[in-house]
């Protein structure tokens, strides 16, 4: 059977707010080489969705949800990284790595910010997960580690039985299974596994947990979720939470068209779905639809649809 929050019974929902706090680690390290160009000048945590970067809708959500405290790495920009997360306060503790140890290895540094269950959040995945209910089944489940799984989208397949327990990570894509969703809820004993290495990956880190025969177990997720990491999967969130296609909780967009309030835009020539960034200008010549404007960019004229567009670049979508 399939688990689901819809699946959990009512009485597995009655967890207390004490009882479901916990702390959480976003991975924000990368050097978003395959969102170029969009991130050589915005590290990808920074790249807005709608009106606020990733990074913060992210840590929005795990606080709603009733996350105590915010961990997260950084290695690529970090300094304008750490800057931007200053401003989110206290509950945000940032550690900047000399060097990249891989999804996995970034636990290393953060041992003692979990001294029991914790969240492990991938920095580019935008959903709809509910944690409040993740956290719940993980508990009720007494689970080692359990894993936020999303139909299969990758190369890496996790293989589970009829409970959803993980049986093996695998790379064989013929293989019927899911694919991991960048989100976890982890024992604090999984210190105890880590491989004695510097650096590895969290799929290390799953098969340690399979060797050592705890349970790990499957959290399935059918509703919205988004891997960001690719200029099409970025302008795809885009227009699917501007044409409500999806609904992200925190992201609440009024229409179709998205102008931040320091853009000047005079084009009344604008279909689908429009983003317009902070101190843009888009002339009454200009044509756009299915776009998004990044800041600071003027637009003087031209015919612009299904495309990302700044003064450095213009991205079609098709």
């Given at each position: 059977m399939a688990h689901t929050a819809a699946a959990l019974h009512p009485e597995e929902k009655k967890v207390s707010v004490i009882q479901l706090i916990?702390?959480?680690?976003?991975?924000?390290?990368?050097?978003?080489?395959r969102m170029k160009p969009l991130t050589l000048m915005t590290p990808k945590p920074l790249l807005p969705v709608l009106h606020e970067p990733m990074i913060k809708q992210i840590i929005d959500r795990l606080f709603a949800h009733g996350i105590e405290?915010?961990?997260v790495n950084c290695y690529h920009e970090a300094g304008q990284i750490t800057q931007y997360l200053e401003q989110l306060g206290d509950r945000v503790h940032v550690n900047t790595e000399n060097r990249l140890r891989g999804t996995g290895g970034a636990l290393t540094d953060f041992r003692s910010f979990f001294p029991?269950?914790?969240?492990?959040?991938?920095?580019d995945v935008i959903s709809d997960v509910d944690f409040t209910a993740l956290i719940a089944f993980h508990r009720t489940q007494r689970a080692f580690a359990t894993l936020v799984l999303v139909e299969q989208t990758g190369t890496r397949i996790i293989q589970v039985d009829d409970g959803l327990h993980v049986r093996d990570v695998t790379d064989d894509d013929k293989n019927n299974g899911f694919s991991y969703a960048g989100i976890g809820v982890f024992s604090g004993s999984v210190f105890s596994i880590l491989p004695e290495r510097d650096i590895f990956s969290i799929i290390d880190i799953f098969r340690a947990i399979i060797k050592n025969k705890e349970i790990m177990i499957g959290f399935r997720h059918r509703s919205a979720w988004y891997n960001v990491n690719s200029p099409y999967e970025y302008w795809r969130v885009h227009r699917d939470i501007l044409t409500s296609k999806t609904h992200i909780d925190g992201i609440t967009p009024s229409g179709a068209f998205f102008f931040h309030p320091t853009s000047s835009v005079r084009t009344k020539t604008l279909s689908g779905f429009v983003v317009v960034g902070a101190h843009a200008r888009i002339s009454e010549h200009v044509v756009l639809e299915n776009t998004i404007v990044f800041r600071d960019t003027n637009v003087s004229r031209g015919t612009y649809k299904n495309v990302l567009l700044s003064d450095h670049f213009c991205l079609n979508m098709n």
């Open positions: 916990m702390n959480a680690l976003v991975l924000s390290a990368g050097a978003g080489e405290r915010v961990g029991d269950d914790f969240i492990i959040h991938s920095g």
